[in-house]
Nanobody
Framework: QVQLVESGGGLVQPGGSLRLSCAAS????????MRWYRQAPGKQRDLVAD???????NYADSVKGRLTISRDNAKNTVYLQMNSLKPEDTAVYYC???????????????WGQGTQVTVSS
């Protein structure tokens, strides 16, 4: 069994900052790409950022320069530092990870339960 547990969401004023965390636990042999998605009410779930094991990252154009993804491989954890937040960043944020549970077995995609981020004055 593998679980991804997110934390760090909440209510913040425009221009403020939040840091999201997502920790993977359970039977884990290796973790590949880790991603953050977000889904606003009535909209599709969109990719925000991803990061590979080496630390190389990619970002959606809408968040470049404001959001930073990072990971701690020793802790099986991915982070999303969010600065200069805007009302349009309001969404449920989900983490995703490609995880191989045992050597020689295929990796699978796992999702966290989501954490709400609300940017409002």
């Amino acid at each position: 069994q593998v679980q991804l547990v997110e934390s760090g969401g909440g209510l913040v004023q425009p221009g403020g900052s939040l840091r999201l965390s997502c920790a993977a636990s359970g039977t884990i042999f290796s973790i590949g790409t880790m991603r953050w998605y977000r889904q606003a009410p009535g909209k599709q779930r969109d990719l925000v950022a991803d990061i590979v094991t080496s630390g190389s990252a990619n970002y959606a154009d809408s968040v470049k320069g404001r959001l930073t993804i990072s990971r701690d491989n020793a802790k099986n954890t991915v982070y999303l530092q969010m600065n200069s937040l805007k009302p349009e960043d309001t969404a449920v944020y989900y983490c995703n990870a490609v995880i191989q549970r045992l050597p020689g077995t295929p990796p699978f995609n796992y999702w966290g339960q989501g954490t709400q981020v609300t940017v409002s004055s």
